[in-house]
């Protein structure tokens, strides 16, 4: 039988990793196989290596989002066929819209010999309005092409049934999407990934260590996503905020014992612009009670989405949607 893949998209934090990985967990009970594709603009990603300490077959697409770097996302499916899996859930990077178009209709088109194509889950947000144009645009244009809305709390298991009978169509939707603005809008945000190894001496646990970082960062930011995660021979830490004046979300070992060596990944979207943003990150790293080494720092805005296919094919009677307004 051939593998499904399943694309799940949805805004910046709105619960797509956290979805995926309850959903393959539950496969696996149920006795399938699945892997996972991660995708961002920049390299070293949290969602990949967060994925992989939960012991999920994992790719990834980075350097861009599946539209714009499609035959990389192929690449990656087919380097995962290896694992024989009956499910590939592709998480997109959460600033990207017109996924139909220009990634679930080529893979109707061009690939089927190779996948069933699941219909496209857009993850609704707990927030569902950011008081900010350019995020308010991203949201609603993702949610008008949704085959499936998620929302937090809906049955994980009644959504997989959905998403895996086969009867449901996929790809329902084409967006009338404005590109220009698209642009517009990704570039309000900056993105930072960066990679980090401390030496501590005296030894220290990771919460003591990214807890007081996470504190200072907060206040001097405006938070889409923060996702942070450290790896030391206690085991690994991820904390997340998807938003200000909350308490970051955290998991795995929150009472590690002290290490000397953390290897630390940040992936940062906010509204901000790069060049600030990074000069807020790195001066607190600085402040870190270790040595420290940047491994790899990325800071940018999103550059214009320029599609690999944007595909007008109509396989069926499939309606064009135009965003509406969400207030
Ligand atoms: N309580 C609760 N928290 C959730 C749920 N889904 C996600 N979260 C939390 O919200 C934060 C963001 O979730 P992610 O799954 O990382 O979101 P995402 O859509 O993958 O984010 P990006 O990859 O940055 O686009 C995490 O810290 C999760 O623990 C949920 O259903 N309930
Ligand atoms: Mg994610």
């Given amino acids: 039988m051939k593998p499904i893949i399943a694309i799940v998209g949805g ?5 797509k990793t956290t979805l995926i990985l309850t959903a393959a967990r539950l496969l696996q009970q149920r006795g399938q196989r699945v892997a996972v594709i991660l995708n961002d603009q920049g390299d070293d990603l949290v969602d990949t290596h967060y994925s992989r300490c939960l012991g999920v077959a994992c790719d990834q697409v980075t350097g861009g989002c599946f539209c714009c770097r499609f035959p990389d996302l192929i690449e990656a499916a087919g380097r995962l066929l290896e694992y024989q899996p009956d499910v590939i859930f592709a998480e997109a990077v959460g600033s990207c819209a017109d996924i139909v178009a220009t990634t679930l209709r080529p893979l109707l088109r061009d690939h089927q010999h190779l996948f069933r194509i699941a219909p496209l889950t857009v993850v ?28 937090r709390g809906d049955s994980v298991g009644a959504w997989m049934d959905r998403l895996l009978s086969g009867s449901e169509l996929a ?7 404005d590109y220009t603005r698209y642009a517009e809008a990704e570039a309000a945000l900056a993105w930072l990934n960066a990679r980090v190894t401390a030496q501590a001496g005296p030894p220290i646990s990771a919460p003591m260590l990214v807890g007081p970082l996470l504190d200072r960062l907060e206040p001097q930011i405006r938070i889409v996503h923060l996702k942070l995660f450290t790896q030391s021979d206690a085991g690994y830490l991820k904390a997340a905020l998807t938003a200000n004046g909350q308490d970051p979300i955290v998991q795995g070992a929150l009472d590690a014992s002290p290490s000397v060596s953390h290897e630390i990944l940040l992936n940062l979207r906010a509204l901000s612009d790069p060049e600030s943003l990074r000069a807020i990150v790195e001066r607190e790293f600085a402040a870190l009670p270790a040595q420290l080494t940047w491994q790899n720092v990325q800071c940018f805005r999103p550059s214009p989405p320029v599609p690999y296919h944007r595909s007008q094919i109509r396989l069926t009677n499939r309606p064009k949607v135009a965003a509406r307004s969400l207030k």
Avoid: S
Avoid at 11 to 15: H, I, M, Q, S, Y
Avoid at 126 to 150: G, H, K, M, S, T
Avoid at 171 to 177: E, M, Q, R, S
């Fill in 124 to 151: 609704l947000h707990p927030q569902r309005a950011f008081d900010n144009p350019d995020l308010d645009f991203l949201y609603r244009n993702q949610l008008a092409e949704a085959d499936i809305v998620f929302e």
């Fill in 171 to 177: 790809g329902a939707k084409t967006l009338d999407i």
């Fill in 11 to 15: 805004f910046l934090g709105a619960g």
